[in-house]
Nanobody, 119 residues
């Protein structure tokens, strides 16, 4: 059974940092694209960052502040979030997708972890 389990969320003040972790189990995700999404109240889920052997992607809103990384030996992906802003408040989700000939979909999702940034 494939599972993605996020951790590391919490309540912080603006300007603080948090590191989210996503532990994957049930299969090896080395060749998968891994991503972090977020969903704020009343808004659609949006991609924050993704990582694959071919490179990384960041949403404009988090460029320069967030860093995505992965430890394939631990089957874990991280999201280091610095200089947090109140608008970063959301439920953050980890996702994984199989890549085939350059195409992929988000096949697996975690349950989400709440990040709240106070002003």
């Amino acid at each position: 059974q494939v599972q993605l389990v996020e951790s590391g969320g919490g309540l912080v003040q603006a300007g603080a940092s948090l590191r989210l972790s996503c532990a994957a189990s049930g299969r090896t995700f080395t060749s998968y694209i891994m991503g972090w999404f977020r969903q704020a109240p009343g808004k659609e889920r949006e991609i924050v960052a993704s990582i694959h052997w071919s490179g990384t992607y960041y949403a404009d809103a988090v460029k320069g502040r967030f860093t995505i990384s992965r430890d394939n030996a631990k089957n874990t992906v991280y999201l280091q979030m610095n200089s947090l802003k109140p608008e970063d408040t959301a439920v953050y989700y980890c996702a994984a997708g199989a890549v085939n000939a350059g195409h992929y979909g988000w096949d697996y999702w975690g349950q989400g972890t709440q990040v709240t940034v106070s002003s």
